[in-house]
């Protein structure tokens, strides 16, 4: 074995943000939901989970053997970096995320460390080399079956099929707008596929210009240190004014109910590096076209026209 391969490395894009990846793959008791050989895992000690410093054990199954490796985390750097080194000192997997215009591309890597090589050596001894050849098989083969599991899992939590929770609260929330004779325009904002805010149109209610639905559920958010891990929902697409204010924000994510009735200003949100999701609601669409049909000065007055 002259030419051992002992790292690798392979990415992935996945249409989350970085802070939803990282707190999903930084998760080590979720490792059974995406690695090919790990099927449970867990802290040595919950208080320091997700620490640098803090053990996990794994156990790993493989169909001919079972057994089970502690492992160190070695990086744990919000947004940026997890990693961990097996035994402490054998070998190294990490993974890193950095944002990119489609979500946040993801790269796991492994490496063989030189004390792992000497361990096999003295365990193996003539073995060595064909253990370790095996490892590294192992490795570069469950690599990208991981990171392809790592996006399904993730973009199916955070994604069209998790989008449901969220639009739901934003369409309640212009429902209830419409049944207080206000303008039927709702909005919510999600962190990890939960909804922490939501808010309606308040133009007629509290006599508030400024409080479209995606304003209203902004303050009812109250202080975020950061909106990147969130997404905004709203039933329609978002003006210029609330447009500006998702740009200001940072918001990476925006799912807009309908834009048909309404354009918005969607190209400037991507031109800006917004994801934007246009679901084309038929329930929404239905919604404004009879508002507006019905109270046509309201929505003028809404839209400024
Ligand atoms: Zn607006």
Redesign the pocket.
Known sequence: MTHTIRQHQESVTVHVPVGTLYDLVSDVTRTGEWSPVCKSCWWDDEASAGQVGAWFTGRNELPERTWETRSQVVAAEPGREFAWVVGGKYVRWGFTMAPSDAGTILTESWEFLQEGIAMFKEKYGDDADAQIAERTRQALDGIPKTLAAIKKIAESASGPAGDATGFEAAYQAAQKSLAEGGIPIGAAITRGGVVFASGHNDRVQNADPIA????SALRAAGRQKSYRDTTLYTTLA??A??AGTIIQFKIPRVVVGEARTFDGELELLRSRGVEVVVLNDQRCVDMMASFQADKPELWAEDIAE
């Open positions: 479209h639905g995606e304003m978002p003006c004014m609330c």
